[in-house]
């Protein structure tokens, strides 16, 4: 079975992802600086698909395996911390 996203939602510290399988998932907006960084307004204009969630004009991508891996933002070189 595949599991994607469903929905996604703010608060003032965490991305809430809801799962086909009936899960919600909260991560650190911490993990995804641009996320972080962004309005409310920016943080709204996802686009869900089978694979994962894209923001077009933060130029964003998180995939539903990665959370589900517990990986933060990969852009960041190895070690350093956001």
Do not use: C, Y
Not at 23 to 35: D, K, M, S
């Amino acid at each position: 079975m595949t599991i994607s996203a469903t929905d996604v939602r703010f608060d003032d510290a965490q991305m809430w992802v809801g799962l086909s399988d009936g899960r919600t998932i909260g991560v650190p907006l911490a993990w995804f600086p641009r996320l972080l960084n962004a309005s409310a307004e920016e943080r709204q204009e996802v686009e869900i698909s089978p694979f994962g969630l894209h923001w077009d004009a933060l130029d964003e991508d998180i995939s539903v395996e990665g959370l589900l891996a517990g990986r933060s933002d990969q852009t960041r070189p190895h070690g350093k911390a956001a």
